[in-house]
């Protein structure tokens, strides 16, 4: 452990700084122009960390972390993009507002029914901080955990950081209302702790929310995760941060508690595991008890490329973590930019797949997080002298569609279950008319609650 005097520290370049950043030399006056547009509409903050150590800045712009980290002018459809420069270099504020906010409309703000399909009910209160969509699992949201250490510039929660209306926001503060949720809810075995990014909160506020459930011990209760990207943006947030100390004891706890305890940690590129702090943190976290499982999406500029994804699972599993998922990224935000064809992300799985040993295949992929669930795209077969698309879910709002295989019809274009089309000339998949009815359902008791 370095001493006080030594320890590295943290600090965040946001909008407001940007022009502080010792790199931009290598950056074009154009660009940087542009780039400050385009802070306008997606949320940029990135720590130190990763500027140092992560960025190649002879390779800016096409450098993957630099395109992960940094929103890109070509992230805004180009129109919209060329009338909001027009706006604020005549100084007219209010129509450049104007433009961003329907760039933001357009950007399905809130995709796969997170609003008014995920969030649940305790009594007749709705708990906006917190969402149930699969009946295992809960996501809380605490309300200290709703930003990041940086931003990914795919972030499907991009709503969070952006200054939307609250309306476009989970948050809860109330370290209450989760214990008692799960308690009346037995289907419930998993809580997932989620954001933004729960750890950058401190200990102590982290342990508000913690404490009722370890004190509790809700007995369905089984596992508890923290969806993270802190061990690849500031890993030293477990071992030289002033309250390493006491997250580190936090997660023993809840291990001696009896829970599993999974750090569901977000790398991105292979250059992320690459640094020995990230090793250290590693090595740290699984000290606790604690698994961490790893997953990300696939994404266009940033790993649309089988040898990171296999360097990936690799570098993972040599660190004793679990590949867990490859994700498709979700129809929102700038997806136009990252997005990748469920033919093409097929393929870069499957040479990812080849490549490693059986300890990497772990991992699940290509998953489209949908409305009716995780998806899978597994794979092009001829069936009945048709070319089809394999189709299977692996986790679904009915816990009956899991593991059922249902085929698309052939179409190297799409790049999400909306753009498919059933096969052999079907109308619909077989789970949809379920699905319209489970939406009907869930939004009339809403409707109820809100009339009443």
Same mark, same amino acid.
């Given at each position: &452990?370095?001493? *006080? *005097?030594? !320890?590295?520290?943290?600090?965040?370049?946001?909008?407001?700084?940007?022009?502080?950043?010792?790199?931009?030399?290598?950056?074009?006056?154009?660009?940087?122009?542009?780039?400050?547009?385009?802070?306008?509409? /997606?949320?940029?903050?990135?720590?130190?960390?990763?500027? #140092?150590?992560?960025? #190649?800045?002879? =390779?800016?712009?096409?450098?993957?972390?630099?395109? /992960?980290?940094?929103?890109?002018?070509? &992230?805004?459809?180009?129109?919209?993009?060329? !009338? /909001?420069?027009?706006?604020?270099?005549?100084?007219?504020?209010?129509?450049? *507002?104007?433009?961003?906010? @329907?760039?933001? @409309?357009?950007?399905?703000?809130?995709?796969?029914?997170?609003?008014?399909?995920?969030?649940?009910?305790?009594?007749?209160?709705?708990?906006?901080?917190?969402?149930?969509?699969?009946?295992?699992?809960?996501?809380?949201?605490?309300?200290?955990?709703?930003?990041?250490?940086s931003y990914c510039t795919y972030c499907f929660r991009w709503p969070q950081f952006v200054g939307l209306d609250t309306a476009f926001r989970f948050a809860c503060s109330d370290e209450t209302l989760l214990p008692r949720y799960i308690t009346e809810h037995p289907e419930v075995t998993d809580v997932?702790?989620?954001?933004?990014?729960?750890?950058?909160?401190?200990?102590?506020?982290?342990?508000?929310?913690?404490?009722?459930?370890?004190?509790?011990?809700?007995?369905?209760?089984?596992?508890?995760?923290?969806?993270?990207?802190?061990?690849?943006?500031?890993?030293?947030?477990?071992?030289?941060?002033?309250?390493?100390?006491?997250?580190?004891?936090?997660?023993?706890?809840?291990?001696?508690?009896?829970?599993? /305890?999974s750090v569901m940690a977000h790398f991105s590129h292979d250059r992320e595991l690459s640094t020995p702090a990230v090793e250290k943190a590693m090595a740290r976290i699984r000290s606790t008890g604690a698994q961490i499982r790893c997953q990300a999406p696939l994404i266009r500029h940033v790993n649309?490329?089988?040898?990171?994804?296999?360097?990936?699972?690799? !570098?993972?599993?040599?660190?004793?973590?679990?590949?867990?998922?490859?994700?498709?990224?979700?129809?929102?935000?700038?997806?136009?930019?990252?997005?990748?064809?469920?033919?093409?992300?097929?393929?870069?799985?499957?040479? %990812?797949?080849?490549?490693? *040993?059986?300890?990497?295949?772990?991992? @699940?992929?290509?998953? &489209?997080?949908?409305?009716?669930?995780?998806?899978?795209?597994?794979?092009?077969?001829?069936?009945?002298?048709?070319?089809?698309?394999?189709?299977?879910?692996?986790?679904?709002?009915?816990?009956?569609?899991?593991? $059922?295989?249902?085929?698309?019809?052939?179409?190297?274009? %799409?790049?999400?279950?909306? #753009?498919?089309?059933?096969?052999?000339?079907?109308?619909?998949?077989?789970?949809?008319?379920?699905?319209? =009815?489970?939406?009907?359902?869930? $939004?009339? $008791?809403?409707?109820?609650?809100?009339?009443?």
């Amino acid at each position: &452990m370095k001493t *006080s *005097s030594t !320890r590295p520290r943290y600090r965040p370049y946001t909008p407001d700084n940007f022009h502080t950043l010792p790199q931009l030399d290598k950056i074009s006056p154009k660009r940087i122009e542009d780039m400050k547009l385009t802070f306008r509409v /997606l949320p940029f903050r990135v720590s130190n960390y990763v500027v #140092d150590e992560l960025i #190649d800045w002879d =390779r800016v712009p096409e450098d993957p972390v630099f395109q /992960l980290t940094f929103p890109q002018p070509e &992230m805004i459809p180009r129109v919209d993009f060329c !009338r /909001l420069r027009t706006f604020v270099r005549a100084g007219n504020e209010r129509a450049a *507002s104007d433009i961003v906010r @329907r760039i933001h @409309r357009g950007m399905n703000p809130h995709p796969a029914g997170q609003m008014d399909l995920n969030v649940p009910f305790l009594g007749s209160e709705v708990l906006t901080g917190m969402q149930h969509k699969y009946d295992e699992t809960v996501l809380f949201f605490p309300t200290q955990g709703q930003t990041c250490h940086s931003y990914c510039t795919y972030c499907f929660r991009w709503p969070q950081f952006v200054g939307l209306d609250t309306a476009f926001r989970f948050a809860c503060s109330d370290e209450t209302l989760l214990p008692r949720y799960i308690t009346e809810h037995p289907e419930v075995t998993d809580v997932l702790f989620t954001g933004g990014d729960p750890l950058v909160m401190h200990a102590k506020l982290l342990r508000k929310y913690l404490s009722p459930l370890l004190e509790k011990k809700p007995g369905n209760l089984h596992s508890i995760r923290f969806g993270t990207k802190s061990l690849a943006y500031w890993p030293y947030r477990f071992t030289e941060d002033k309250d390493a100390d006491d997250i580190i004891r936090l997660f023993e706890e809840i291990t001696e508690a009896g829970y599993h /305890l999974s750090v569901m940690a977000h790398f991105s590129h292979d250059r992320e595991l690459s640094t020995p702090a990230v090793e250290k943190a590693m090595a740290r976290i699984r000290s606790t008890g604690a698994q961490i499982r790893c997953q990300a999406p696939l994404i266009r500029h940033v790993n649309d490329d089988p040898g990171v994804w296999s360097a990936m699972w690799k !570098r993972q599993v040599a660190l004793g973590a679990v590949p867990y998922y490859m994700f498709m990224e979700r129809d929102t935000g700038p997806r136009g930019y990252f997005n990748v064809p469920l033919v093409e992300a097929h393929r870069i799985f499957t040479e %990812a797949y080849r490549n490693v *040993s059986g300890l990497c295949r772990t991992v @699940r992929g290509p998953s &489209m997080s949908a409305g009716p669930g995780k998806i899978l795209m597994d794979g092009v077969a001829e069936v009945g002298g048709e070319q089809v698309i394999l189709l299977k879910f692996i986790q679904a709002r009915n816990p009956d569609w899991v593991n $059922r295989i249902f085929f698309a019809a052939h179409n190297p274009k %799409a790049h999400w279950i909306d #753009d498919l089309k059933p096969a052999f000339g079907k109308q619909q998949f077989f789970y949809e008319a379920e699905y319209i =009815r489970i939406q009907e359902n869930i $939004r009339r $008791r809403r409707e109820g609650f809100a009339a009443a």
